[in-house]
C-alpha cells in the first residue's frame, strides 16, 4: 500500500489529539450535567439505566462517525445484528487497540462492561462507569457472582479475556476468568474477532504514533459457544472445563491471514 502524503499524516496526527480531548471532555459532560439531569427526573431504575446506557452508545456511535469523516480511521461491522440474539450472553473479543470497547458498545443494543479497576481513578470515564452500573474487575468470587446475576437478568456482558490489549505482533494469551463466569453463569458465548491494519493505539503505541496509512477496524461477530459443552462427566472441578474452554476461545479469537 502506498504510503500517505506528509499532509494526510499531520492532520490524522492534530485530529487524533483533539479527539482525544473530545473524548475526555465528552466523558466528563455526560458524567457532570447528562446523568445528573437523568437521575433527577427518571425514578425508575431499570428506565434509568437503558437510558444511560442508550446515552454511552449513541455518544460512541457520534463520536466514531467524527473519526470516520475526518479521517482519522474506519470501520466495518460484520454481522452486528447477532448481537440481537444475546441477551444473557457472555461477549469475549481480542483486544488490539484501545478503541474496542468504543466499537462494540456502540454496535450492541445494551453493553454491560467489566471494566480495569484503575480506570476508577480516570477522572474522564470515573463517572461514566459508575453512571452506567459496569463491574469492576477485583478478581473476588463476588465478581463471579455479579457477573452471574448480571447475566441471568438478561444482560449482555462485554470482557475481554486477555485482560488488556495484545501487545503489537504477538500472540494473544487468554487468562481464564471469561471461562469462569461462563461456566458459573451456564451461559453461552459470543465470540466476536477484531481487527485492525495498520495498529492504531496499541499498548505499546502513544496518540501521537500515528501509523503510515489510515487505519481500518474490522469487528466481526462471530457464532456463539455454549460453555455447558466443555464440562466432562469425570472433571473433579469446573477448572478443568475453564482451561479447556479458554483453549476453544483462543483458537476461536486468533485472526487467520485472510481475516487480517
Not at 130 to 144: D, I, M, P, R
Not at 220 to 241: G, H, N, Q, T, W
Request: one cysteine or more; aromatic letters at 8%.
Amino acid at each position: 500500500m502506498k504510503r500517505a502524503s506528509l499532509f494526510n499524516r499531520l492532520w490524522r496526527w492534530l485530529a487524533t489529539g483533539v479527539f482525544f480531548l473530545v473524548f475526555g471532555l465528552g466523558g466528563l459532560i455526560l458524567s457532570l450535567i447528562w446523568f445528573t439531569l437523568l437521575r433527577l427526573v427518571v425514578r425508575d431504575p431499570n428506565r434509568l439505566n437503558r437510558l444511560t446506557l442508550n446515552s454511552i452508545k449513541y455518544s460512541f456511535k457520534f463520536f466514531l462517525n467524527l473519526l470516520r469523516v475526518a479521517g482519522v480511521m474506519d470501520y466495518r461491522i460484520e454481522g452486528a445484528d447477532l448481537f440481537d440474539q444475546d441477551k444473557g450472553c457472555l461477549i469475549v473479543a481480542n483486544h488490539p487497540s484501545l478503541l474496542d470497547y468504543v466499537l462494540l458498545a456502540s454496535c450492541m443494543p445494551r453493553c454491560d462492561c467489566i471494566v480495569k479497576a484503575a480506570l476508577l481513578k480516570n477522572p474522564f470515564v470515573k463517572g461514566v462507569i459508575k453512571a452506567a452500573g459496569y463491574l469492576v474487575n477485583s478478581g473476588s468470587n463476588a465478581l463471579l457472582e455479579s457477573c452471574k446475576q448480571r447475566l441471568d437478568a438478561g444482560g449482555s456482558l462485554l470482557i475481554f479475556p486477555e485482560g488488556t490489549r495484545t501487545p503489537e505482533g504477538k500472540a494473544i494469551v487468554l487468562q481464564r476468568g471469561a471461562a469462569n463466569i461462563a461456566l458459573r453463569a451456564d451461559c453461552d458465548i459470543r465470540v466476536v474477532q477484531i481487527s485492525c491494519h495498520p495498529p492504531m493505539l496499541t499498548k505499546q503505541g502513544r496518540w501521537y504514533n500515528i501509523p503510515p496509512n489510515k487505519p481500518h477496524f474490522v469487528i466481526r461477530v462471530k457464532d456463539k459457544i455454549a460453555a455447558r459443552e466443555f464440562i466432562e462427566p469425570d472433571d473433579l472441578s469446573l477448572a478443568m472445563a475453564a482451561r479447556r474452554l479458554t483453549h476453544r476461545l483462543r483458537s476461536e479469537l486468533m485472526l487467520k491471514n485472510n481475516e487480517k
